[in-house]
């Protein structure tokens, strides 16, 4: 079975720009998670999905977004970029088994650089 | 609020040897769940082994043995006879009772560098 998988696996860009970037869960997840990883705060949690609806959020900006689609990929928005969102940023995705903390698997994430 | 500390920051070992990593959690939910997952230089996590809070039992698996000590609120994760693939950043994480979400999010502890040579 396929792992997660997110695109780009690199991006650069200059402050002020918006991105997107994408992740593919393990087929039959249901659940997608996205953290941030930089040197100084260490791993972070973003946003988690489910049902195409926003269940639970980190304590970030309104510049950070995301969505789900019916087919569970999910994307992640930063808009006005900030030298700060420079990070690796960690897909995960899970079952979704009502009553169960299910395991998150990472995809292999993609490094944003804001120059 | 939940917390993970793993004091350690960087371990160096040679080859064969074993090794500890240690982890202190701190919840006030009676229900949860820890979990150890290593980074590769490549930057994937790789989930390695979870644990849940009612099941105090340790085990081992192939080179990996995990104490779980509920007294003492920690979770420590063994290498035996350590492979210089194993070096990696080893991250232990803790996830409580689900909320509203699918799943509870992770809290991660800073990482432990671990370098094993040749």
């Known amino acids: 079975k396929a792992g997660v998988t997110q695109t780009p696996r690199y991006l650069i860009k200059t402050r002020g720009q918006q991105v997107t970037l994408s992740c593919s869960p393990i087929?039959?997840?249901?659940?997608v998670s996205w953290y941030q990883q930089t040197p100084g705060q260490g791993l972070q949690f973003l946003f988690e999905?489910?049902?195409?609806?926003?269940?639970n959020k980190g304590n970030f900006p309104g510049r950070f977004s995301g969505r789900q689609f019916s087919n569970s990929r999910s994307e992640m928005n930063v808009s006005t970029l900030e030298l700060g969102d420079s990070a690796l940023y960690l897909c995960?995705?899970?079952?979704?088994?009502?009553?169960?903390?299910?395991?998150?698997?990472f995809g292999p994430g993609t490094r944003l650089l804001v120059l | 609020a939940q917390k993970v500390t793993q004091a350690q920051t960087e371990i160096s070992v040679v080859e064969k040897e074993d090794v500890t990593l240690d982890c202190v959690y701190e919840?006030?939910?009676?229900?949860?769940?820890l979990f150890w997952y290593k980074q590769p230089p490549s930057g994937e996590l790789v989930f390695l082994i979870r644990?849940?809070?009612?099941?105090?039992q340790n085990e081992i698996s192939g080179r990996y043995s995990w104490n779980f000590q509920k007294s003492t609120s920690s979770f420590n994760f063994t290498i035996t006879a350590s492979q210089v693939v194993d070096s990696a950043v080893y991250f232990c994480?803790?996830?409580?009772?689900?909320?509203?979400?699918?799943?509870?999010?992770?809290?991660f502890g800073k990482g432990i560098t671990l370098s094993v040579r040749p």
């Open positions: 995960a995705s899970s079952l979704a088994i009502t009553g169960r903390q299910e395991t998150q698997y």
């Open positions: 087929s039959g997840h249901r659940s």
């Open positions: 999905y489910f049902s195409e609806t926003q269940r």
């Open positions: 919840t006030r939910d009676t229900t949860y769940y």
């Open positions: 644990r849940n809070s009612f099941d105090e």
């Open positions: 994480a803790l996830s409580g009772k689900r909320g509203t979400g699918a799943n509870s999010k992770l809290t």
